[in-house]
């Protein structure tokens, strides 16, 4: 089983809402990933979670907070945002390669259907 | 600097043509990891292939084919005998070793096979 489920698939909130995207996969993985894309755009990593851990943050906003509440599930809460925030949320999920101390990577990260968020 | 590049931003082919998609990489890591992945218009990111900086094997999968050449640092994928269904965007990304799960994608490569 290589899916990762989303939900909403879409979602329109006011630019005073809080909402919630949420993630799940089951196949085991340890790391999980959460991704913003734009319109004819490459996905923009936002957040990495590795062992239910935040490892990257990419310098996103605190308008967006994640959660890893667990190994398979992972949530992106979201308050006051802006209507450029309007985009497709990605949740993966991947393998950890863990070498002596040291993270390797190279485990495919495979993708949910995603969020189609609007703000108005 | 821009990791993964993909040079060419819209392919349209006529059904049956084949299409060669590039990928050009830059890394100084030994040891990293190649994928293409595939993105239909419903949005979905579909994983494709992965290859490992130590397997310069081409591959090939049914009609997909995969041509990955350290000395020019690309990996260059073929869809042969194109078809409609083919119609998407295409990403190529890389990771590195020393950056652990951290993915740089190309900026992709939209495909359209014209029937």
């Known amino acids: 089983d290589t899916e990762v489920t989303q939900t909403p698939k879409h979602l329109v909130m006011g630019m005073t809402n809080k909402k919630s995207l949420k993630c799940e996969q089951h196949m085991g993985h340890r790391a999980m990933y959460w991704y913003k894309q734009k319109a004819k755009k490459p996905p923009e990593l936002m957040f990495v979670y590795s062992y239910e851990k935040l490892s990257i943050n990419e310098s996103v906003p605190s308008r967006f907070s994640p959660e890893c509440p667990n190994s398979s599930l992972l949530n992106l809460h979201l308050h006051a945002l802006q209507p450029e925030d309007s985009a497709l949320y990605l949740c993966?999920?991947?393998?950890?390669?863990?070498?002596?101390?040291?993270?390797?990577?190279?485990?495919?990260?495979?993708f949910g259907p995603g969020t189609r968020l609007t703000v108005t | 600097a821009q990791k993964v590049t993909q040079a060419q931003t819209e392919i349209s082919v006529v059904e049956k043509e084949d299409v060669t998609l590039d990928c050009v990489y830059e890394?100084?890591?030994?040891?990293?990891?190649l994928f293409w992945y595939k993105q239909p218009p419903s949005g979905e990111l579909v994983f494709l292939i992965r290859?490992?900086?130590?397997?310069?094997q081409n591959e090939i999968s049914g009609r997909y084919s995969w041509n990955f050449q350290k000395s020019t640092s690309s990996f260059n994928f073929t869809i042969t005998a194109s078809q409609v269904v083919d119609s998407a965007v295409y990403f190529c990304?890389?990771?590195?070793?020393?950056?652990?799960?951290?993915?740089?994608f190309g900026t992709g490569t939209s495909l359209t096979v014209i029937p």
């Open positions: 990304a890389l990771s590195e070793a020393n950056t652990g799960n951290q993915f740089y």
């Open positions: 890394t100084r890591d030994t040891t990293y990891y």
């Open positions: 993966a999920s991947s393998q950890v390669f863990k070498g002596t101390g040291v993270k390797y990577g190279g485990g495919e990260q495979y």
């Open positions: 290859r490992n900086s130590f397997d310069e």
